[in-house]
């Protein structure tokens, strides 16, 4: 089987450099001015997504690209401050097309996703999508890319300490969500608590979220949705050009920087990138200092690609490092927080000092993970239609080190090698009518190379193939599609000191899933979306065969070879309106999910809990359960320049056929209000350009709804959190100088824990009887972003 990968792999490789099918040759021209005073704009961006091609406006205002293919396509038009433009454009037939840019209003701005059938229109999509674009991630102070989104409606993080978070969409996370970076699922050992995606969040140029399961493009393991990391667009042709971001935190003493350069050179192709992140240990109103959450981040990325009519080959590397240290919660009497030494022979525990909390260097336990990978993305364009060929390969590095005796040896070390192959063709557009078809999949190995255990080596195969259909009427589309899945799991058996650690088991399992939807215009501004999907997934290894201590986690888990594969059905129901002083959104849905998995603490028959190696035991368990919700948002401008927007997202998530402490599922995130006033002060400056200021609020209900089995989990207390922010460009004779953004999170300094911090089942401060240890306290911060035009 490895023989066919690597053929494919080596077929993907040799198509991006030898194909060259005979294609037409088109090329459009045009100026863009401003709707208020008709004066050029300067610097906006013509960008052709499928195509990966596109060019600036000049000081007059004008454009020009030559060399494309003469197909019907995408173009967007977009200027920072302005309502962004997109719509169909037919290269056989037109050659000069001009546009007049709008100011930001309150209406729903359009966008291109690509998540769910190849390059397509959000407005044409019947499931909620939306999308976090570059200036949104500039002006978000975070610690790593799931927390810049995880305020977007129906999108929270299940967190452990400040820089690891894992996203949850509409109540769900871990294997329920796909990510997908460089074109790829990412793979890096996702069913972990105590890590993040392994991801550089500063090479991310924008973020599609798709909620639900209607994808037909990434398999199993997309049951709750995808989050699609986009690359920032490429150049224009003749351009070069190198970018410098750096940005400081004061809680956690955080600083990052990231250096890129690239360009576009007789249409071949070229994005470099450093990038590093630094931080000490960030401190809260009850904890002070919390000893074990420095982390520290390194990534290093390129692509060399060439740009032809006849379509694109890119080929991508990238290697990325992060060490984090494991908060373990040990406290002294006092509620100091210890750390372990080893002194004559012995393990022992003294008082973390000063020097200890505001140290970048890591604490005692900590981990390595690193994350390398190599893809080749290719594109060719078939007539008017597009044929897309993506193969990858993975390699995830995972390392504990505990021992304090030896410090540099790993005791848990997983290495987990994926191939992703991806191939498919989007039809053109023909008398309303447009389809897709493809095949996906991936072959993963995961081997153990330390000396303690959590899961067993295995190997993995899966394939799909998926094909879906739009039809669009004058007031009305009409879409769907259907996959099929098989995927195949092998255990393999481990014997420890004479005793089985982990059996030998195969598991075979295979899904159909599919996706039925429809928009309907009532009229202008005014839609209504419905859709009913399946969807599936297979259990993961850590589900079927974990048998160890998950270090940073407070357990001990125990996995289960008898689960079954879980099946969703998700209705979906939206109804959105849009004008230029208001515009709102509401989306809501019903999950029914067959043979829900999720962890359980174990008790014996007096009800106490199970201890293994000193913590508490857990095992996997299925059963039926059934989640509901929705999110509104509300966004309302009466005053040109002045912008009030609000949502609400909330989700009820329940086991059927339960009831008292076994009700309810465990990690769902508690009902969120957010509330934002922003107020441009200066648009279209000659010297300040679109500068503006920012006031949040942001409100989590109590969380009553709780599975408290065992103690497994407690209800949460209701918090508030109030954000500030201000932004500005610096430009000289219509070009960015450079960007300055200023924030204040929590700025009242709340003690607050969120129901998705794992930190909540920490031990407890036997100084303040307080459980566990809470989020991140006030912190300020700045961020700088310089681009050089070479």
């Known amino acids: 089987m490895k ?125 909620p999508v939306s999308v976090v674009d570059t200036r949104f991630l500039q002006e978000t102070s975070s610690t790593n890319i ?43 050992q996702q069913w972990g608590d105590e890590h993040g995606i ?28 995808v989050l699609i990391l986009h690359d920032e667009a490429l150049l224009p042709l003749g351009h070069m050009h190198a970018n410098i971001e750096s940005g400081y935190q004061t809680n956690n003493g955080l600083f990052d920087y990231t250096l890129n350069f690239a360009g576009n050179k007789n249409n071949v192709v070229w994005d470099l990138r450093w990038s590093q992140k630094l931080a000490h240990a960030y401190k809260n109103k009850y904890d ?42 040990e406290r002294d009497k006092s509620g100091a927080f210890v750390k372990p030494v080893f002194v004559d022979g012995e393990e022992d525990e003294v008082l973390a000092t000063s020097h200890d909390f505001h140290s970048y260097a890591h604490p005692m336990p900590y981990q390595q993970v690193y994350h390398y990978k190599a893809v080749s ?59 897709a078809a493809g095949l996906s999949g991936m072959w993963q190995r995961s081997e153990n190379l330390g000396e303690e255990f959590l899961i067993p080596d295995y190997r993995l195969f899966d394939i799909g193939a998926f094909t879906s259909l739009t039809r669009n009427f004058q007031h009305f589309t009409l879409s769907g599609g259907l996959r099929y899945d098989v995927r195949r799991l092998h255990s393999y058996a481990l014997i420890e000191e004479g005793k089985q650690r982990f059996e030998d088991f195969t598991r ?110 857990y095992q996997n368990r299925g059963g039926d359960a059934r989640l509901w919700g929705g999110e509104m948002l509300v966004d309302i401008h009466l005053i040109e320049q002045l912008h009030f927007q609000n949502t609400f ?49 942001e409100y989590n209900l109590r969380q009553n709804h709780f599975y408290g089995i065992g103690g497994t989990e407690t209800a949460t207390p209701a918090y508030t959190l109030l954000n500030a922010a201000a932004g500005v460009d610096v430009m000289h004779r219509g070009y960015k100088l450079f960007s300055v953004f200023l924030t204040g999170n929590n700025l009242t300094n709340a003690a607050y824990q969120s129901h998705l911090s794992r930190l909540k089942y920490a031990p407890v401060n036997e100084r303040t009887f307080r459980r566990g240890v809470f989020n991140m306290g006030r912190n300020f911060g700045i961020k700088i972003v310089v681009p050089l035009e070479l």
């Open 3 to 127: 023989q066919l990968y690597l053929l494919l792999s080596f077929l993907c490789l040799c198509l991006g450099v030898t194909a060259n099918p005979p294609v037409d040759k088109a090329s459009l021209r045009g100026k863009i001015t401003d709707a208020v005073d008709g004066n050029s704009v300067i610097g906006a961006s013509i960008y052709f997504p499928t195509l990966r091609v596109g060019t600036v406006t000049n000081q007059e205002g004008l454009y020009s690209i030559s060399n494309l293919p003469a197909v019907k396509t995408t173009i967007q038009v977009s200027y920072v401050g302005h309502q962004t433009i997109i719509q169909e454009v037919d290269l056989r037939t037109i050659s000069t097309l001009d546009f007049v840019m709008h100011e930001n209003n309150a209406m729903l701005g359009e966008v291109v996703i690509t998540g769910l059938t190849g390059s397509a229109l959000a407005q044409k999509s019947p499931t």
């Open 198 to 225: 392994e991801v550089d969040g500063q090479s991310v140029g924008s973020v599609e979220i798709l909620k639900g399961p209607a994808s037909l493009m990434y398999g199993s393991d997309a049951l709750a949705g």
């Open 377 to 435: 993305e290719n594109s060719f364009v078939l007539g008017d239609g597009t044929l897309k060929a993506v193969v990858g390969f993975q390699q995830n590095r995972r390392q504990e080190y505990e021992e304090i005796e030896t410090p540099d040896e790993a005791a848990l070390n997983l290495r987990l090698n994926t191939l992703n192959y991806d191939v498919h063709y989007l039809s053109p557009e023909s008398n309303g009518w447009k389809w």
């Open 649 to 697: 997202s909330y989700v009820n998530a329940h086991r059927l056929h339960q009831s008292g402490d076994a009700k309810y599922l465990p990690m769902t995130p508690a009902p969120r209000w957010t509330s934002d006033l922003r107020y441009d002060i200066i648009r279209d400056g000659k010297t300040l350009n679109n500068l503006y200021v920012s006031l949040g609020i």
């Open 508 to 617: 075979n399992f295979s899904g159909l899933t599919g996706s039925l939807g429809a928009i309907y215009n009532f009229a202008d501004g005014l839609n209504l979306r419905v859709n009913l999907s399946r969807g599936f997934r297979a259990p993961n290894i850590s589900e079927l065969g974990a048998n160890g201590v998950h270090e940073g986690t407070f357990r001990y888990e125990i996995g289960n070879h008898h689960l079954k594969p879980e099946y969703s059905w998700q209705g979906d129901l939206g109804l959105d309106y849009s004008s230029e002083i208001f515009s709102a959104q509401l989306s809501l849905f019903a999950n029914h999910i067959d043979n829900y998995i999720f962890l359980e603490k174990l008790t014996d028959a007096q009800g106490r809990e199970v201890i293994i190696d000193d913590e508490a035991a």
């Open 146 to 188: 799931i927390d810049a989104i995880a305020r977007e409606p129906g999108v929270s993080q299940i967190t452990t300490g400040s820089g690891i978070s894992k996203p949850v969409i509409r109540g769900l996370g871990y294997n329920r969500i796909v990510v997908v970076n460089d074109g790829v699922r990412q793979e890096g």
């Open 288 to 329: 002070g200092y919390v000893y074990g959450s420095q982390f520290r981040e390194r990534a290093l990325s390129g692509m060399l690609g060439l740009n032809r009519r006849w379509g694109f080959s890119h080929l991508k590397l990238s290697a990325y490092h992060i060490t984090p240290g494991i908060i373990e919660g």
